[in-house]
């Protein structure tokens, strides 16, 4: 049995590019002597935060935001005892990645709350995304013996997951995955202008 933890290596200049607020320009025309269109721009230099409900429903709408993956191996072992003869047994290794986040869908109304240059946001709990974690494709029987109904093949793939939980959705784990997100989230709303951003998770 073993077990691999990575930080989410998806890339947060993906998610940026989304929910990026676009920048506006005055734009002026005026005709010169030979009636020609002359396109003018200004720039205008702003010191005040532009963030929008449009921006928050633009971040809500990534849904759910990974911010840790945990890659474990489990064995599963079942035997079945005969009163004549050998016992049937059946020893299976499963794979799983269990990853850890938050679905933005699911924040409260006000998640977002602004002041000058801080901003506060209240975010769901961390949690595990998906119960379906397990890799079927990559199941393979590490020893058979006898024979093995597809009902007690289910029996050991969910008594592989129950493991795989166990071992893996910790206070630990779910403190890192709080702590990713901090990390990402707090980039996130610098790159609107905020310079301090305050972060809290509702309760599991």
Not at 88 to 101: E, K, M, Q
Request: aromatic letters at 8%; glycine letters at 4%.
């Amino acid at each position: 049995m073993k077990l691999q933890t990575d930080k989410s290596n998806h890339t947060l200049s993906n998610s940026l590019l989304i929910i990026a607020a676009v920048v506006l320009c005055a734009l002026g025309v005026r005709r010169c002597h030979e009636n020609r269109e002359i396109l003018d721009v200004e720039v205008v230099h702003s010191d005040s935060i532009d963030f929008t409900p449009v921006h928050i429903r633009s971040i809500e709408n990534i849904g759910e935001w990974e911010f840790l993956a945990i890659a474990d191996e489990e064995l599963v072992d079942s035997t079945r005892h005969r009163t004549l003869g050998r016992d049937d047994r059946l020893v299976r290794i499963y794979h799983g990645t269990l990853r850890l986040g938050i679905d933005l869908s699911q924040a409260r109304e006000g998640w977002v709350q602004t002041e000058g240059d801080s901003v506060h946001l209240q975010l769901p709990p961390v949690r595990l995304l998906s119960e379906r974690f397990i890799d079927e494709a990559r199941t393979r029987a590490f020893y058979e013996s006898g024979t093995w109904s597809a009902r007690a093949k289910e029996q050991m793939y969910y008594k592989a997951a129950r493991q795989m939980r166990h071992r893996c959705v910790t206070p630990q784990t779910l403190k890192q995955a709080e702590t990713n997100a901090r990390a990402e989230l707090t980039a996130l709303f610098q790159t609107f202008g905020f310079t301090r951003v305050g972060i809290d998770f509702d309760d599991l």
